[in-house]
């Protein structure tokens, strides 16, 4: 036995077969639910995994996941690593023209979708020539499209299955990938071997704790301990961060709750159901909502269950943490850091905030280096957030993007991130933002992360984007695109200009500001700051 993703969770299910594994609510508020156990997970993707197996998808080729959160998501998931397929998560909100590309670059041989989404995988699959074999969830829409290659439901390809194993060897070597981006360009394949994730994003079976040393002390951990550890990742699974965090409860042997869609409301009457002790979202733009209603509609909810939130993928704001400390005062609220190029990376310092900026302690693996001789820099000085040891093997098809963001040093393989930042004497690294989001005005750079956090201490202000525009003397200028919190009161650029001044310097203060009714962000809390830069520089709020 190896650290094959597959292999650890068939140890786990051998241990406890008959331990909840899973409960899924599709239509929160409806009382449609399934619960699976251990054994029965195990079963599903087992027939799947036949499934595909019969129709020619083997080791090495890559199956794509457009899907909803589900148990469809997890079955195929685990299908994928049972036969030694690649799974590949697509961005369910990606139009015809954006799979195309996607489903191409992949190299998709199999595809398992939503019915729903029949008619943009219908659109695509023409310009996707090596995907041959689709397999739908649900049933389609009326009237909808019906796709060039017949596709089988989920159902009918469960019922000719076995539910048995009966699967080859695997290796630590086989392959993930995680498909990232799409709002700064186009998306991006990160290849993961499977031992390489297990420790960099899964913390190696115990992201608090010591790291298991052989495959096996897995399922021995599980059977040694309890269960009673509930977790609950919001986000979508197409985003690394719920994928994760669900690997990690069935590492535990735990349990996870998933709900079809994000519905903050909902997800607090989950979590006084289902007494969930560990929640994980990204960023503002889904601890906000949440603390809302907490604090509102939702004031009485029971949630003395929860033992943790961890937010990765975007920065929590010091107004929204505080916000919900006050509501929850027995959760600890984690501001993590991390990258589907790196997985974990550290978490946010308790002084971390507008004041002092987005700081870190971070693990043994991360350090800031200069990108040009790919040297540790001094402290104080900028440079790129790296890390070394169990990094991925490059970008699927971009040996190019693979040469600038992956080297060797120091007899280990590196990867570069995309973050700037610095290091102080005590190891706290300060992040700064993403370089390839730097505004430069006049000489002086500018993150626009910086603004966006001293933006959001404003009372008024419930979410914000922070961009570039052409401007004729400096070459560029900061504009803010702001959403106002309901029910605020009048707020303009001089108000704006104000409140900055007194925690950035002068030349990071915006220059320009567009209110809108809506930021746009990926469904998982992710910044759009192409979008936002066309709303900035077009002085519009579409």
């Not at 937010?311 to 990258?339: H, Q």
């Amino acid at each position: 036995m190896e650290f094959n993703l597959a292999d650890l969770f068939e140890s786990i299910v051998d241990t406890v077969p008959d331990r909840e594994a899973l409960v899924y609510v599709e239509h929160p508020g409806s009382g449609a639910e399934a619960r699976l156990t251990y054994a029965e997970l195990d079963r599903a993707a087992n027939r799947l995994a036949h499934h595909l197996a019969e129709h020619g998808i083997g080791p090495g080729q890559h199956v794509g996941l457009h899907l909803y959160n589900g148990v469809g998501y997890l079955q195929a998931l685990y299908a994928c690593l049972k036969i030694r397929a690649v799974p590949v998560n697509v961005n369910y909100r990606y139009v015809e023209e954006e799979l195309a590309y996607l489903y191409r670059d992949a190299d998709l041989t199999a595809l398992v979708y939503d019915a729903e989404f029949t008619a943009r995988v219908a659109g695509a699959l023409p310009r996707a020539p090596r995907l041959r074999h689709l397999v739908r969830v649900g049933t389609p829409p009326e009237g909808a499209p019906r796709p060039s290659v017949a596709p089988v439901a989920l159902a009918d390809a469960e019922a000719g299955a076995s539910a048995a194993r009966g699967f080859g060897p695997r290796s630590a070597d086989d392959r993930m990938i995680i498909y990232t981006g799409g709002t700064t360009g186009m998306p991006k394949g990160v290849m993961w071997r499977h031992e390489d994730l297990f420790f960099s994003g899964m913390g190696g079976g115990a992201p608090t704790g010591e790291p298991v040393r052989r495959p096996q002390e897995l399922a021995e951990r599980v059977a040694a301990g309890d269960d009673g550890l509930v977790f609950f990742p919001t986000p979508p699974l197409m985003h690394g961060t719920s994928t994760l965090t669900a690997f990690i409860a069935f590492h535990f042997g735990q349990k996870v709750v998933l709900h079809r869609k994000y519905v903050p409301e909902e997800v607090l009457r989950t979590v006084e159901r289902e007494r969930v002790t560990c929640v994980s979202l990204v960023g503002d733009a889904m601890l906000r909502p949440l603390v809302d209603a907490l604090a509102g509609p939702l004031k009485d909810t029971d949630c003395s269950s929860l033992f943790s939130v961890s937010s990765s993928g975007a920065i929590l704001s010091e107004t929204v943490r505080d916000r919900f400390c006050a509501l929850v005062p027995g959760a600890l609220l984690l501001n993590n850091f991390g990258s589907s190029e790196s997985g974990f990376n550290g978490t946010a310092t308790d002084d971390a905030g507008a004041d002092r900026g987005f700081r870190l302690q971070v693990n043994s693996r991360t350090a800031v280096v200069d990108p040009a001789t790919n040297e540790p820099v001094p402290a104080g000085e900028v440079g790129r957030l790296a890390q070394h040891g169990h990094v991925p093997l490059g970008y699927y098809n971009d040996a190019k993007k693979t040469a600038e963001t992956f080297f060797e040093a120091r007899g280990e393989r590196w990867v570069l991130l995309g973050d700037m930042a610095t290091v102080d004497e005590a190891g706290i690294v300060t992040v700064l933002g993403r370089g390839s989001q730097c505004i430069n005005s006049g000489g002086e750079k500018i993150y626009p992360e910086e603004v966006e956090q001293a933006l959001k201490a404003h009372p008024d202000v419930y979410d914000v984007l922070v961009a570039g525009v052409p401007d004729e003397r400096w070459g560029n200028r900061v504009a803010a695109v702001i959403q106002l919190r309901p029910g605020a009161g009048p707020l303009d650029l001089a108000g704006i200009q104000q409140h900055c001044r007194a925690r950035l310097a002068g030349y990071k203060v915006p220059r320009a500001v567009v209110f809108t009714d809506r930021i746009r962000r990926s469904p998982s809390g992710k910044a759009d700051y192409r979008w936002a830069k066309a709303v900035a520089a077009g002085g519009r709020t579409a």
